[in-house]
């Protein structure tokens, strides 16, 4: 029976991306040799075919493993992405309860308010009626005794003082209402900016579906062909035992042609993608430090912080930017808002690979990556994880702020 050859050796330390998929057209050798060379020819041909059947099988089987860890670690973002929207989505609800009972609490003082207020308004009247203080004086000089006297004394000091009371009731009243108002539009803008938020991640989710959808279909399909495959070879097998061991280190030999190929592009590649300009000691390996997750790693909100997260390429973009420095010794906040902070802001035309660069996307600040030179910058973005993407045109350069923070010198 032929054995594959582990393709996670095969694959260490180069990043491929599932492509196309491959067919194996296999036509069954058929053996009529009258004479030593003419067995001889057969076997150099079938020889030839099985090397190359064996090193697409290879190809194949290293994809549908690559393929499986890809659903893997979408699968654990989708979930932990669909778990931070119920917790959003309660927290909105939390909110909505607060500002309903708010509301409530504010009409009944409005209406509290308005009640004393018609009160008021009756004093003022009667007062303009009979001439404001002079009916007070009336009062007291129609007292028919000194005792009589005093009390009424009494009663106009105590209306006198309800009236103030109600007067200053009324101011304070007035503002609790006020405040409590702007209590109430403060907590409207946070939910908004709470559903924002909630939007795109849904987006988000809604993203990695799919992506997870398209590849469980190419997975299923290339799996379908490899064992076609797997079977073919294993009835050949038999006959072919004895060139068997040739094969395989032919096979061998072109994997490691094509690991050395795949390595010089992905290293010319990254060179290309980080600019001419020349790069300092710590910005060089914040910037490389990612180079091993493109195409390797998934966005995951709240991602990139912890040991296990970092361990299976899952990150937000305030995740990775914080991982990436700390690779260089440097220390960040993993948080946007916390990053559009720090270090020194510098002019768009003065920036320089280390730099962080911030995008209005869902709202202002609500992505930032790092930038690698060429209008380049590389960061853990939505649809692709983490990857090194053009900020000189496109959606990026539509969404860039101009914001630029350098932290390192």
Not at 179 to 192: F, G, H, P
Not at 389 to 401: P, T, V
């Amino acid at each position: 029976m032929w054995t594959r050859v582990n393709s996670k050796k095969v694959l260490a330390g180069v990043t491929i991306t599932v492509g196309l998929m491959v067919t194996f057209p296999f036509d069954k050798p058929v053996v009529h040799a009258e004479t030593h060379s003419e067995i001889q020819d057969q076997r150099s041909d079938v020889q030839s075919k099985l090397a190359d059947k064996k090193q697409e099988l290879e190809s194949i089987q290293a994809e549908l493993i690559e393929m499986n860890d890809e659903i893997s670690r979408v699968d654990e973002a989708i979930q932990a992405n669909e778990k931070k929207i119920k917790e959003t989505k309660d927290k909105i609800e939390e909110k909505q309860k607060e500002v309903d009972k708010l509301e409530k609490e504010v009409a009944a003082l409005e209406e509290d308010i308005e009640k004393r207020f018609e009160i008021l308004k009756e004093r003022a009247s009667s007062l303009q009626k009979n001439g404001g203080s002079v009916q007070y004086l009336d009062v007291l000089f129609g007292s028919k005794s000194f005792g009589d006297l005093i009390d009424r004394v009494s009663i106009v000091t105590k209306i006198t003082q309800a009236d103030n009371s109600l007067i200053d009731q009324f101011k304070a009243d007035k503002q609790k209402v006020e405040e409590q108002k702007a209590e109430i539009e403060t907590k409207l803008q946070d939910l908004k900016d709470m559903q924002a938020e909630l939007e795109a991640i849904q987006e988000q989710v809604e993203m990695q579906k799919e992506q997870n959808e398209s590849k469980k279909a190419e997975l299923e399909e290339k799996e379908a062909n490899s064992k076609d495959m797997i079977n073919d070879l294993e009835l050949k097998d038999s006959e072919l035992a004895q060139m068997e061991a040739n094969a395989k280190e032919q096979v061998a030999k072109s994997h490691e042609q094509q690991i050395e190929t795949y390595s010089k592009e992905v290293e010319k590649s990254v060179k290309k993608s980080s600019g001419s300009a020349p790069v300092s000691g710590n910005a060089s390996s914040i910037i490389s430090a990612g180079y091993k997750y493109i195409g390797n790693s998934s966005y995951q909100f709240g991602g990139g912080r912890s040991s296990s997260d970092i361990a299976r390429g899952l990150f937000d973009c305030s995740g990775y930017v914080s991982w990436a420095f700390a690779q260089g010794g440097v220390n960040l906040p993993a948080s946007t808002s916390s990053l559009s902070g720090v270090g020194q802001k510098v002019s768009p035309s003065e920036m320089k690979p280390g730099d962080l660069v911030f995008f209005d996307t869902y709202k202002i600040n609500g992505h930032v990556g790092i930038y690698v030179g060429g209008n380049q910058f590389i960061g853990s973005q939505s649809s692709t994880g983490v990857a090194i993407a053009n900020m000189g045109s496109g959606y990026w350069a539509n969404h860039f702020s101009g914001h630029v923070r350098r932290v390192i010198n």
